[in-house]
C-alpha cells in the first residue's frame, strides 16, 4: 500500500511517516494502532501509526 496524502496539497505525511526529512529522520520509535467498529461509524476500520522519539 501506498502513502497518500489525499486532499493535502503537500507531501507532509509522507514525508514524515518515511523519515524523509531532517527533523522525522531522527523519530525511530513506531507504535501502530487497529481498531475494527461493531457500530453505525463511517469507517469500519481504523489505523493509527505513531513516531517519535524516546527520550
Known amino acids: 500500500m501506498l502513502i497518500v496524502d489525499d486532499g493535502v496539497p503537500t507531501l507532509d505525511h509522507r514525508k514524515h511517516l518515511l523519515g524523509m526529512d531532517s527533523w522525522s529522520h531522527n523519530l525511530?520509535?513506531?507504535?501502530i494502532g487497529y481498531a475494527r467498529s461493531n457500530g453505525n461509524t463511517r469507517f469500519k476500520t481504523y489505523t493509527c501509526v505513531i513516531i517519535a522519539k524516546h527520550q
Open 28 to 31: 525511530v520509535d513506531v507504535g
